[in-house]
């Protein structure tokens, strides 16, 4: 083997990113439970949450690493961190800062599907219990 090939820490050997090098990363408020975003990740991304306790995320669109509330101020402070039962997504416990969505909104999951059609919600999904 070659001196320069790093081996994987055995946390990152157990996820299982996709062809793209990505993997799921769904993010929880650790105070109420709720689903504030899903977003992608890939090895470098993950391994500086994990180090440093900042939501990192990779951008699918621009193609680059991005620290959540980096510019807008509405940072994710990790608390913990889970892998599912096939090691392909994760749920990251948070302390967030302000509102989760680029729109402005506490999650980005503030549309719910009624009468036919999608409606604006101010509140997020039911909560997720620990």
């Known amino acids: 083997m070659s001196a320069n090939?790093?081996?994987?820490?055995?946390w990152l050997r157990d996820v299982k990113f996709d062809a793209k090098g990505l993997v799921t990363a769904v993010a929880v408020d650790h105070g109420d439970g709720s689903v504030l975003m899903v977003a992608h990740m890939n090895a470098e991304s993950l391994r500086r949450t994990l180090e440093t306790g900042r939501m990192t995320y990779w951008s699918r669109s621009r193609k680059t690493l991005w620290v959540k509330g980096e510019t807008s101020g509405h940072a994710q402070r990790l608390v913990s961190a889970?892998?599912?039962?096939?090691?392909?997504?994760?749920?990251?416990?948070?302390?967030?800062?302000?509102?989760?969505?680029?729109?402005?909104?506490r999650s980005c999951f503030s549309r719910k599907f009624e009468d036919g059609g999608w409606v604006r919600n101010s509140s997020p999904p039911t909560p997720l219990r620990a």
């Open 5 to 10: 090939k790093k081996i994987a820490p055995a």
């Open 82 to 105: 889970h892998l599912d039962c096939d090691g392909d997504a994760l749920v990251f416990r948070v302390e967030q800062k302000g509102p989760a969505c680029h729109e402005g909104t």
